[in-house]
């Protein structure tokens, strides 16, 4: 059974750093893809950073971009993202997300098959 299991979130003022942590167990290492998505309400969840098997680096949302990165800890299976230069839009739910191996676009949301409960960010201004 795979298990996603969010942590780091929390309340930070404009231009503070988080690192959000994704602890996976269960999850095959042939999986493709690994990726942070987040979620204000009433909106559609977004992709922030996406790892994907093969490629040579990241992709990340253009709004983060030289703000966050991803860190992925292979031997302990986790997934870290490294937030920094915070903004108030950057408040949140955010969510980590697996999928099966050879499940498809890692770009394409419905691509991921497991998904963390999440952790809220707040950034105030």
């Known amino acids: 059974q795979v298990q996603l299991a969010e942590s780091g979130g929390g309340s930070v003022q404009a231009g503070g750093s988080l690192t959000l942590s994704c602890a996976a167990s269960?999850?095959?290492?042939?999986?493709?893809?690994m990726a942070w998505f987040r979620q204000v309400a009433e909106k559609e969840r977004e992709a922030v950073a996406i790892?994907?098997?093969?490629?040579?680096?990241?992709f990340y949302a253009e709004s983060v971009e030289g703000r966050f990165t991803l860190r992925q800890d292979i031997a302990a299976n986790t997934l870290h993202l490294l937030m920094t230069n915070l903004k108030p839009e950057d408040t949140a739910m955010y969510y980590c997300?697996?999928?099966?191996?050879?499940?498809?676009?890692?770009?394409?949301?419905?691509?991921?098959?497991?998904w963390g409960q999440g952790t809220q960010v707040t950034v105030s201004s």
């Open positions: 997300a697996a999928a099966r191996p050879a499940a498809g676009s890692c770009h394409d949301m419905t691509t991921y098959t497991f």
């Open positions: 269960g999850l095959s290492s042939r999986s493709q893809c």
């Open positions: 790892i994907s098997r093969g490629d040579i680096r990241p």
